[in-house]
């Protein structure tokens, strides 16, 4: 009995290491937080670009339209993970003209300073935008022609989108209210303002 206890005993002895080698190890394993999600699109930084489009309005009783063609810069920054502001100057010449009891007003050039506000959605930039006004007009009246510096301001709405790492386009639609000047006719001073809708294309490179 003495001898079978002790060959059990031996025969355990021997075999525990091996069932203990079967056993799952449980090993630590270091944790990894998630990365952060990233921004997929840069909008930050400078950029310049183009634009072309068409606008209508009303000054003297006339409608003017035409068409436009201009250069715009600005510079964009993240405030916060989807919220984009940014400042943005523009001028274009334009054909915008229009005639009415004699008189022919039209626009030479129109230019803007403005802020922009809005979001990023992915690849696109929704956004709102106001700011500063200026043209140059012309009154034209049996042969005598005037012209006129006018300020004022402006407000509108966009949609930009990124096509490329460093290539963006846009659709822009801009109400320009350019305040009231004094004209010389040959039947004496006129005082008109000049309002205009603007709607255009553009696309710019971001530096």
């Known amino acids: 009995?003495?001898?079978?206890?002790?060959?059990?005993?031996?025969?355990?002895?021997?075999?525990?290491?091996?069932?203990?080698g079967d056993l799952p190890v449980r090993r630590s394993t270091p944790y990894y937080a998630p990365e952060p999600a990233r921004q997929l699109f840069n909008w930050s930084g400078f950029y310049v670009g183009g634009n072309a489009g068409y606008g209508w309005g009303t000054a003297l009783g006339a409608d003017p339209s035409?068409?436009?063609?201009?250069?715009?810069?600005?510079?964009?920054?993240?405030?916060?993970?989807?919220?984009?502001?940014?400042?943005?100057?523009?001028?274009a010449i334009t054909s915008i003209e229009g005639s009415s009891a004699g008189n022919t007003i039209s626009l030479d050039?129109?230019?803007?300073?403005?802020?922009?506000?809005?979001?990023t959605i992915d690849r696109f930039y929704l956004y709102g935008t106001a700011g500063l006004a200026y043209g140059r007009g012309e009154l034209e009246n049996t042969g005598l022609a005037s012209r006129q510096t006018h300020v004022g301001w402006t407000a509108g709405l966009g949609v930009e989108a990124m096509i490329a790492p460093n290539?963006?386009?846009?659709?822009?639609?801009?109400?320009?209210?350019?305040?009231?000047?004094?004209?010389?006719?040959?039947?004496g001073p006129v005082r008109t303002g000049i309002d205009a809708s603007i709607l255009r294309m553009g696309m710019n490179y971001k530096f």
């Open 1 to 20: 009995m003495k001898k079978f206890a002790f060959a059990a005993s031996a025969v355990l002895a021997l075999t525990a290491p091996a069932f203990a």
């Open 66 to 91: 035409g068409y436009l063609l201009g250069l715009q810069a600005g510079y964009n920054f993240q405030v916060a993970s989807n919220i984009l502001a940014g400042i943005e100057t523009d001028i």
């Open 109 to 119: 050039y129109l230019g803007t300073v403005r802020g922009r506000l809005g979001a």
């Open 167 to 187: 290539v963006t386009a846009r659709l822009e639609y801009l109400y320009a209210d350019l305040g009231k000047e004094t004209y010389t006719t040959v039947g």
